[in-house]
């Protein structure tokens, strides 16, 4: 990617996003699949070997609300905060968290205003590939850690929605969701964001679908299309009932003619390294750093 901006994403579409409260059936809640992702990106937290003193939950209404229990679980006593832009997501954080970890969670309601006190792990699940900077996302991210301190994140690949595209392109239809980054570009954002040690892995996870109506259903809660040459206006029911029709394409026979659609998706984890300092004739530091740097190599 040589633009840090992606080329398929309207920023002011996706800055709407980000600011409007993610309702599903008329409540506030998180979508079954990131839900899914969340749990399955959680499993690989039994690699990680040392245990965070705090903990970051990233939009956890957006990302999957179920998760921050087992983190709780994993994490006994240990303090968590969480990131939410939009303040009814905050809120709504609040009121489902489950009595038995309560007041174990010991959270903060936190804006994008304010990076608020580093943690040693910052979770983000299914957040990424929703962003018109990512580079920024990332350099948010990194500053949000204590040197050493681990991200984990998630999100959509580029063979996500791989069935729906090509039907829409054989219609000859604006396409249908904006594009996502290969895995391997996320590493080398990550390192220009300043982290190291990237690790980046993919599973792809195929759903079916009983209907149309359920398919738009479910595609509706993991976000929006933000790809600029999305179709500009409203459509009408007619519009509407061409593409139900159209949809019955998806049916897979080995799935008893149920709509079938593929979603990539990428795990990635990183570390915040110890800043290195740039040896010059001229170098300035100040008090905190050289404190530190003296008490590093004291330990």
């Not at 290969?182 to 792809?204: I, K, Q, T, Y």
């Not at 149309?212 to 029911?237: D, I, S, W």
Request: aromatic residues 8%; positive net charge; hydrophobic residues 40%.
């Amino acid at each position: 990617m040589n633009d840090t901006h992606p080329p398929t994403i309207d920023p002011v579409a996706a800055l709407r996003w980000q600011r409007r409260p993610h309702v599903i059936e008329g409540r506030l809640a998180s979508a079954w699949l990131h839900e899914e992702v969340a749990r399955r990106m959680e499993e690989r937290l039994g690699w990680i070997v040392r245990q965070p003193r705090s903990w970051l939950h990233w939009e956890p209404v957006r990302g999957g609300l179920a998760v921050h229990e087992q983190l709780a679980r994993r994490y006994p006593g240990v303090p968590a905060s969480l990131h939410a832009d939009v303040p009814e997501e905050a809120s709504a954080a609040w009121r489902l968290a489950r009595p038995a970890w309560w007041k174990r969670w010991q959270a903060m309601a936190r804006s994008s205003s304010g990076p608020g006190a580093p943690v040693d792990l910052l979770w983000a699940n299914m957040s990424l590939h929703m962003a018109a900077d990512p580079l920024a996302l990332m350099r948010a991210w990194h500053a949000g850690l204590n040197v050493d301190g681990l991200l984990m994140f998630s999100c959509f690949g580029p063979d996500t929605l791989r069935e729906l595209r090509q039907l829409y392109t054989a219609l000859g239809w604006p396409p249908p969701a904006h594009e996502y980054t290969d895995m391997h570009d996320w590493g080398d954002m990550l390192v220009a964001s300043g982290f190291a040690e990237p690790v980046m892995d993919m599973e792809r996870i195929e759903l079916t679908f009983d209907s149309p109506e359920r398919l738009l259903r479910e595609l509706r809660e993991l976000g929006r299309n933000l790809h600029p040459a999305r179709f500009p206006g409203l459509r009408g029911k007619d519009w509407r009932k061409r593409l139900l029709t159209e949809l019955g394409r998806l049916a897979d026979p080995a799935q008893d003619g149920r709509l079938r659609l593929t979603f990539e998706i990428i795990y990635g984890h990183a570390l915040r390294p110890e800043r290195r300092l740039a040896v010059t004739p001229e170098m300035r530091l100040s008090v905190d750093e050289l404190r530190t740097q003296l008490q590093r190599r004291r330990d």
